[in-house]
């Protein structure tokens, strides 16, 4: 469905936000993967959390986002932690910050959480920093 066919604010904002945070194509190839079955998640997520909570003037994107990490870290999200975590990209949360975060996991939700974590937050910095080197080699 595309975006301009939901029509309220709260939703066209979200998506404003989404794909803000989560890069155009990340949006765009979950956009394309939605099925009648999982379109209305789609717009739920889109509208409720993109939209009602993400977009909140109180908080920074990258403020968020620490938060966000620390959160589904704590809930062994892995999937969601790996996703928000190549999110800093676009957020503005520093590999410290990410540190930070899952320093307080380890505290207040346990230390296998945040060790879980903290591997698949460098899995994913390793690998954005491979993709970053290999898109400075082929724009030579």
């Known amino acids: 469905m595309a975006d301009a066919q939901v029509g309220s604010d709260r939703y066209r ?36 959390a993109w939209g009602a909570v993400w977009s909140r003037p109180a908080w920074t994107l990258r ?13 062994g999200q892995d999937d969601e932690v790996a996703m928000h975590v190549r999110a800093t990209a676009n957020t503005g949360a520093t590999r410290e910050d990410v540190c930070e975060a899952l320093l307080h996991v380890a505290i207040y939700a346990g230390v296998p959480a945040a060790n879980h974590a903290i591997k698949i937050a460098k899995r994913v910095f390793q690998e954005m920093d491979a993709g970053s080197a290999a898109e400075g080699q082929t724009g030579r």
């Open 13 to 48: 904002q979200g998506m404003v936000t989404r794909r803000k945070v989560l890069g155009e194509a990340h949006v765009d190839r979950a956009q394309a993967a939605a099925t009648a079955f999982d379109q209305p998640f789609q717009e739920l997520i889109t509208e409720a």
């Open 63 to 75: 403020e968020r986002s620490m938060v966000t990490i620390a959160l589904l870290a704590a809930l």
